[in-house]
T-cell receptor, first 107, second 112 residues
Framework: AQRVTQPEKLLSVFKGAPVELKCNYS??????LFWYVQYSRQRLQLLLR??SRESIKGFTADLNKGETSFHLKKPFAQEEDSAMYYC?????????FGKGTMLLVSP | DTGVSQDPRHKITKRGQNVTFRCDPI?????LYWYRQTLGQGPEFLTY????????KSRLLSDRFSAERPKGSFSTLEIQRTEQGDSAMYLC??????????FGPGTRLTVL
């Protein structure tokens, strides 16, 4: 069965600390991997996708096919990074979202 | 605003009533998706259209759920004989084929 797991419901860090939001997936094929973000009172939006290999707002994510992981990282968290983050594999024209991790960055 | 729009933003209905939600995608996008999101969960895929063709509908939650996109532009999602378990946020997204999906603000349904 196709499955995506985000093990942490909540991740709380102080400003300037490193952040890693974990995502593991289980798929029979080779999905494309996305991270979506939802800031307070805003709509869901794309943060980054693995094929672009871009760094967006200081975030990066490395696809590890051996471990089937796509963890999201940022070396120095900012207060404005506080949001809900969803890992989402894309396969057969379908996005499957994890349950999400709430990131809280305190001053 | 040229983003995805959804109407209504909130809907309160009584159990057993039918409800219909509308989604207007970004104008040049040929794909339109519907999702449901319940508390504490990520969005759950329901169905999608490419132009007016509904290419995947096996994930619709029951035969009470149906969706249309008659002219390949806006779409409607209908829930017949609503149940309390249908209370959720219903999200619409649109994209060019296999590209980034842009989400609407959602319609929050409450079934009393």
């Amino acid at each position: 069965a196709q499955r995506v797991t985000q093990p942490e419901k909540l991740l709380s860090v102080f400003k300037g600390a490193p952040v890693e939001l974990k995502c593991n997936y289980s798929y029979s094929g080779s999905p494309e991997l996305f991270w979506y973000v939802q800031y307070s009172r805003q709509r869901l939006q794309l943060l980054l996708r693995h094929i672009s290999r871009e760094s967006i707002k200081g975030f990066t994510a490395d696809l590890n096919k051996g471990e089937t992981s796509f963890h999201l990282k940022k070396p120095f968290a900012q207060e404005e990074d506080s949001a809900m983050y969803y890992c989402a594999p894309y396969y057969s024209s379908t996005l499957t979202f994890g349950k999400g991790t709430m990131l809280l960055v305190s001053p | 605003d040229t983003g995805v729009s959804q109407d209504p933003r909130h809907k309160i209905t009584k159990r057993g009533q039918n409800v219909t939600f509308r989604c207007d995608p970004i104008s040049e996008h040929n794909r339109l998706y519907w999702y449901r999101q319940t508390l504490g969960q990520g969005p759950e895929f329901l169905t999608y259209f490419q132009n007016e063709a509904q290419l995947e509908k096996s994930r619709l939650l029951s035969d009470r759920f149906s969706a249309e996109r008659p002219k390949g532009s806006f779409s409607t999602l209908e829930i017949q004989r609503t149940e309390q378990g249908d209370s959720a946020m219903y999200l619409c997204a649109s994209s060019l084929i296999s590209d980034e999906q842009f989400f609407g603000p959602g319609t929050r349904l409450t079934v009393l």
